[in-house]
């Protein structure tokens, strides 16, 4: 049976990239070959607007086959799977209701292994090669329910003055995640939002670099005004606009991501 490896994209800081590498990562995997399943994991509902347009995400934040309401009722999540615009890329759509997903995990009798046991069907049925869940800006209690159900983690980290702001509290929160799930990899760190005209970038990959057992991936996301208009389109850039600057690197990235072990 194949093995399904469970990447989860989180920073507590918001505007870091996390959904739009999430999902490009996703496609870009699937231009590999393989199989993938996004797991839209915040109540903002990007990494499925990056998917669907806007009245199609509403309708699944407001159905009855999403995210929230699948972990509301700690269902097999087999069927609240939706195919995507691309062969081989699968999403499970979030929902606004997200944002009281906490209050819903509280009184749960082994609340931070939920989504694990949410998605251990699908990933015991080889279905997948990746599984690939888009985490929430915040550090709390499910943030904590994701990073139980994944092998690894990648951190996206904005090349701006505030890009580095609170990292340090993520590093001290995955240590806490590891008390509970001690064999939680470390991915890596990607940049993105670079601008090379500007020091930003070589000052955060030089502070980055200097972080002790925190691989940081050689490739690196530039500005780009095709990932806004991919956004704007509903798509992954690699999909809407395949010979831009930004796609190349997220396939860059993705081939990088697929060759780790």
């Known amino acids: 049976m194949a093995s399904t490896k469970v990447i989860c994209f989180a920073n507590n800081k918001g505007g870091s990239g996390k959904s739009t590498t999430c999902s490009n990562v996703g496609y870009g995997l699937t231009q590999l070959g393989r199989k993938v399943l996004l797991i839209d994991g915040d109540m903002q509902l990007n990494l499925s607007l990056s998917l669907f347009d806007e009245d199609r995400v509403l309708a699944f934040a407001r159905g009855e086959k999403n995210l929230y309401e699948g972990i509301r009722r700690q269902d097999d999540l087999t069927d609240y799977i939706v195919p995507t615009p691309y062969e081989n890329l699968d999403l499970i759509p979030s929902s606004t209701l997200m944002s009281s997903i906490e209050y819903e995990l509280f009184t749960k009798w082994q609340r931070e292994y939920i989504l694990k046991k949410c998605i251990s069907k699908i990933r015991e049925s080889g279905r997948y090669d990746y599984i690939l869940i888009d985490a929430p800006p915040t550090l709390?209690?499910?943030v904590m329910n994701i990073l139980c159900a994944s092998d690894e983690i990648i951190i996206p980290v904005e090349a701006s003055p505030w890009g580095l702001f609170g990292l340090g509290n993520m590093f001290e929160f995955l240590?806490?995640?590891?008390?509970?799930?001690?064999?939680l990899k470390m991915g890596g760190i990607v940049i993105t939002k670079v601008d090379t005209r500007k020091n930003?970038?070589?000052?955060?990959l030089d502070t980055l670099k200097e972080l002790d057992d925190v691989k940081v991936f050689d490739t690196y996301i530039r500005?780009?005004?095709?990932?806004?208009?991919?956004?704007d389109n509903n798509a992954p850039v690699m999909a809407y606009k395949k010979s831009s600057r930004s796609a190349k690197e997220y396939m860059e990235l993705t081939k990088e991501i697929d060759a780790a072990e």
């Open 175 to 183: 240590e806490q995640v590891r008390e509970i799930v001690p064999d």
């Open 223 to 231: 500005v780009d005004s095709g990932i806004e208009w991919s956004q």
């Open 140 to 142: 709390g209690g499910w």
């Open 200 to 204: 930003y970038f070589r000052q955060t």
